[in-house]
């Protein structure tokens, strides 16, 4: 794939150690790589899938870089792991969780990643803050944009705790 300029909605996760901390950490590398060109609420959440853990706090970034979704998807999971995320089990906890989500105007995949995010769709605490961010970026699969989708998620958002901003 030939590197391109590209906006990319990337969610961020932490329910280990410093968790506000940690996503500002991560930002910040971020900010390494690219340009961050808005930033969410920080929500806390309570666990999905395995639910016997610690709450989350859950946010969204947009940023914009030079590179190809391969690329991008390195630079997070390097990221997460100079952090000191740790291999557990499946949607257990974590110090530091980063999803490539979305980018515009594009459908991607390969045996290890793909875009937009096959659960984007179905998790509020990702598009609660996405739709704060980016309303109007339109899912390129299913043709709805971010904020439609959250709103279908609006009573179950209603049990999340706005903490701060990024």
Known sequence: MIPFRMKAAIGLGSNLGDRL???RQAVERLRKQGSVLATSSVYETPPSGVTSQPRFLNAALILEMEG???LLLSILKS???EMGRKK???WGPREIDLD???IPDLTYEDESLKIPHPE???RAFVLVPLAEIAPDWIHPV????IG???EQYQEEAETFLRITRL
């Not at 299913?142 to 944009?145: H, I, K, N, W, Y």
């Open 21 to 23: 901390g940690n996503l």
């Open 68 to 70: 190809t979704p391969p």
């Open 79 to 81: 990221i997460e792991k």
């Open 88 to 90: 557990r089990e499946r």
């Open 100 to 102: 490539l989500l979305l």
């Open 120 to 122: 984007l769709a179905k």
């Open 142 to 145: 299913l043709g709805l944009t």
């Open 148 to 150: 439609f989708l959250a």
